[in-house]
């Protein structure tokens, strides 16, 4: 298999994993995902790099929070429509 071919593959796993997790998978959405689930999974594997990248660039851990508060509400915003369409 080529490099191009899995990484079509992946992004149409990306796709859906952003549909399912949010209930939209616009380009936007989906690089906001790819993101926090590259530095959610990064936090939790190698906690120490993740503290030097955010001591390194304080600003861009700001955003990273913003990120990761916006995934976390659109989520339960989902998560909520789901409940009261079921």
Same mark, same amino acid.
């Given at each position: ?14 796709? $859906? ?6 209930? /939209?998978?616009?380009? +936007?959405? =989906? *690089? ?18 993740? $503290? ?6 304080? /600003?861009?851990?700001? +955003?990273? =929070? *913003? ?20």
């Amino acid at each position: 298999m080529s490099l191009e071919t899995l990484q079509e593959q992946v992004d149409g796993l990306m796709e $859906k994993y952003t549909e399912l997790l949010l209930g /939209d998978s616009s380009p +936007e959405l =989906k *690089e906001k995902v790819k993101l926090w689930a590259m530095y959610t999974h990064l936090s939790k594997t190698m906690p120490p790099l993740a $503290k030097h990248w955010n001591q390194t660039y304080p /600003d861009a851990k700001d +955003e990273m =929070k *913003e990120l990761i508060s916006e995934i976390r509400k659109l989520n339960e915003e989902h998560r909520k429509s789901q409940d009261t369409n079921d």
